[in-house]
């Protein structure tokens, strides 16, 4: 069974950064994808930024281009997510999710069924 436990959530003012860990555990092949999703209040859950292929080729939200960054360290089977210049709007819950690739190797959109249980994130003006 896959674990995925965040870290690394916080206050910060406009402008200000921040960099959310995620430790993952378990079968190797089930969480060959790795990623990042959001959800504020009242709003439906969104992709922030995962990788494409394993371990590569990040994805980013247009809302979050330039000033967020995946990255992962498979020694410590560790994915990170710095976030800097930091806005109102980033406000949320952010989620670790994994998943299996498909059988290109790739990580598609829908394929996350692995959640870590959240770390808040508030961004004030």
């Known amino acids: 069974q896959v674990q995925l436990v965040e870290s690394g959530g916080g206050s910060v003012q406009t402008g200000g950064s921040l960099r959310l860990s995620c430790a993952a555990s378990?079968?190797?092949?089930?969480?060959?994808?790795m990623g990042w999703f959001r959800q504020a209040p009242g709003k439906e859950r969104e992709g922030v930024a995962r990788?494409?292929?394993?371990?590569?080729?990040?994805y980013y939200a247009d809302s979050v281009k330039d000033r967020f960054t995946i990255s992962q360290d498979n020694a410590e089977n560790t994915v990170y997510l710095q976030m800097n210049s930091l806005k109102p709007e980033d406000t949320a819950v952010y989620y670790c999710?994994?998943?299996?690739?498909?059988?290109?190797?790739?990580?598609?959109?829908?394929?996350?069924?692995?959640w870590g249980q959240g770390t808040q994130v508030t961004v004030s003006s």
């Open positions: 999710a994994a998943g299996p690739s498909n059988t290109f190797g790739l990580c598609p959109r829908d394929g996350f069924n692995y």
């Open positions: 378990g079968p190797t092949y089930s969480r060959r994808c």
């Open positions: 990788f494409v292929n394993i371990g590569r080729g990040a």
